[in-house]
């Protein structure tokens, strides 16, 4: 992208902004010898008496390796919800700026928008659930700071095509934020590797998902140095606790295990899909590249309660744009799924 500058972007206050130094932050070398008197924490050891690394170093390196990506270029935070309040936080002026979001998705960005005081552009995406170029290129004002796109995308489950998303990072000249919570259980490959191809690219990812630690809450966002750099000030100083810290290091010293689940998700998303497919109340089923699928049945209302009723718990989507009867059933064990599938036909002869 020509005549990017992401200081144009950021707002003055955090341009200018002088971020907390924690303890942690000017003092940090581990050893026995030490003897730390400077954070005021309990002297007395216990395994989590001391504050965590604030930039959790371990965890961002072992990611580094992973992903493929350099650990200057990863912010990790609280769960995905934080580092995206922390986007709106550092870059949008409260209200001022504007941001765009594609629906039916993520129902965050437009509650992170409200929190933040910052105008939420809908633009719908189209019957294919796909991004309308034309009709977000005209929402953009000269206070729009960021982009949404959401892929694999939440609810419909599909990837946005390539294409279209490489439009958007190339002609708008402001920050493009692609969620990629569901991105391991999709064949496209992850924007992550074109973060030096464009200044202006965001990848959030998360450890909820395919990593199956939703319980750790643990966030992670790929961009460049410099907004990694603008980020980092704002950021709690502490925001990523030791316990989450050493459990992500577990799960990324064995990814194995990950790959073998990710591998039995995608399996019974197929098998799942055929089964569903003959179910006389079904109507249609979008491709998926996430782990659930999203249905269209005759009366979601109703099929939902059915399924309470069944002790079996989907989310009803028929309140979103686009998905009117529409159903979204996340991937189970196979013990589950058969559960759902024979509940399923049961419904079908009542």
Same mark, same amino acid.
Request: charge should be negative.
């Given at each position: 992208?020509?005549?990017?500058?992401?200081?144009?972007?950021?707002?003055?206050?955090?341009?200018?902004?002088?971020?907390?130094?924690?303890?942690?932050?000017?003092?940090?070398?581990?050893?026995?010898?030490?003897?730390?008197?400077?954070?005021?924490?309990?002297?007395?050891?216990?395994?989590?008496?001391?504050?965590?690394?604030?930039?959790?170093?371990?965890?961002?390196?072992?990611?580094?390796?992973?992903?493929?990506? $350099? @650990? /200057? =270029?990863?912010?990790?935070?609280?769960?995905?919800? &934080?580092?995206?309040?922390? !986007?709106?936080?550092? +870059?949008?002026?409260?209200?001022?700026?504007?941001?765009?979001?594609?629906?039916?998705?993520?129902?965050?960005?437009?509650?992170?928008?409200?929190?933040?005081?910052?105008?939420?552009?809908?633009?719908?995406?189209?019957?294919?659930?796909?991004?309308?170029?034309?009709?977000?290129?005209?929402?953009?004002?000269?206070?729009?700071?960021?982009?949404?796109?959401? $892929? @694999? /995308? =939440?609810?419909?489950?599909?990837?946005?095509?390539? &294409?279209?998303?490489?439009? !958007?990072?190339?002609? +708008?000249?402001?920050?493009?934020?692609?969620?990629?919570?569901?991105?391991?259980?999709?064949?496209?490959?992850?924007?992550?590797?074109?973060?030096?191809?464009?200044?202006?690219?965001?990848?959030?990812?998360?450890?909820?998902?395919?990593?199956?630690?939703?319980?750790?809450?643990?966030?992670?966002?790929?961009?460049?140095?410099?907004?990694?750099?603008?980020?980092?000030?704002?950021?709690?100083?502490?925001?990523?606790?030791?316990?989450?810290?050493?459990?992500?290091?577990?799960?990324? +010293?064995?990814?194995?295990?990950?790959?073998?689940?990710?591998?039995?998700?995608?399996?019974?998303?197929?098998?799942?899909?055929?089964?569903?497919?003959?179910?006389?109340?079904?109507?249609?089923?979008?491709?998926?590249?996430?782990?659930?699928?999203?249905?269209?049945?005759?009366?979601?209302?109703?099929?939902?309660?059915?399924?309470?009723?069944?002790?079996?718990?989907?989310?009803?989507?028929?309140?979103?744009?686009?998905?009117?009867?529409?159903?979204?059933?996340?991937?189970?064990?196979?013990?589950?799924?058969?559960?759902?599938?024979?509940?399923?036909?049961?419904?079908?002869?009542?």
């Amino acid at each position: 992208m020509k005549d990017f500058n992401i200081n144009k972007l950021v707002r003055p206050n955090v341009a200018g902004l002088k971020p907390y130094s924690s303890a942690r932050d000017e003092f940090k070398t581990q050893g026995a010898e030490m003897v730390f008197l400077d954070a005021n924490e309990n002297p007395n050891d216990n395994g989590l008496n001391r504050y965590p690394d604030p930039q959790q170093t371990s965890v961002k390196e072992k990611l580094s390796e992973t992903r493929g990506v $350099s @650990p /200057n =270029n990863i912010l990790l935070g609280n769960g995905s919800d &934080e580092v995206l309040d922390l !986007i709106f936080r550092a +870059f949008c002026e409260p209200g001022k700026d504007n941001v765009i979001t594609l629906p039916p998705t993520y129902g965050m960005y437009k509650v992170l928008s409200d929190i933040n005081n910052i105008e939420n552009r809908e633009v719908l995406l189209n019957h294919d659930f796909e991004p309308d170029l034309t009709a977000i290129f005209k929402q953009i004002t000269k206070d729009t700071k960021i982009i949404f796109l959401c $892929s @694999p /995308n =939440n609810p419909s489950g599909n990837s946005f095509e390539a &294409e279209k998303i490489e439009m !958007i990072l190339e002609k +708008f000249n402001g920050l493009v934020v692609i969620d990629e919570a569901y991105i391991d259980f999709s064949d496209s490959k992850s924007w992550i590797h074109r973060l030096e191809d464009f200044p202006n690219l965001i990848v959030t990812q998360t450890f909820s998902k395919a990593f199956g630690r939703a319980g750790i809450r643990l966030g992670v966002l790929y961009s460049s140095d410099e907004i990694i750099a603008i980020l980092n000030k704002i950021k709690p100083p502490y925001n990523v606790n030791q316990l989450t810290q050493k459990e992500s290091l577990k799960i990324l +010293f064995n990814l194995d295990s990950i790959k073998l689940q990710v591998a039995e998700i995608k399996n019974e998303r197929t098998i799942l899909s055929k089964q569903l497919l003959e179910v006389n109340f079904v109507s249609k089923i979008y491709r998926s590249d996430a782990n659930f699928l999203l249905i269209e049945v005759d009366h979601a209302n109703k099929r939902y309660d059915q399924f309470l009723e069944k002790g079996i718990v989907i989310r009803n989507r028929s309140n979103q744009p686009l998905c009117e009867n529409c159903l979204r059933i996340t991937i189970g064990t196979k013990e589950e799924n058969k559960k759902l599938i024979k509940a399923f036909k049961e419904l079908e002869n009542e």
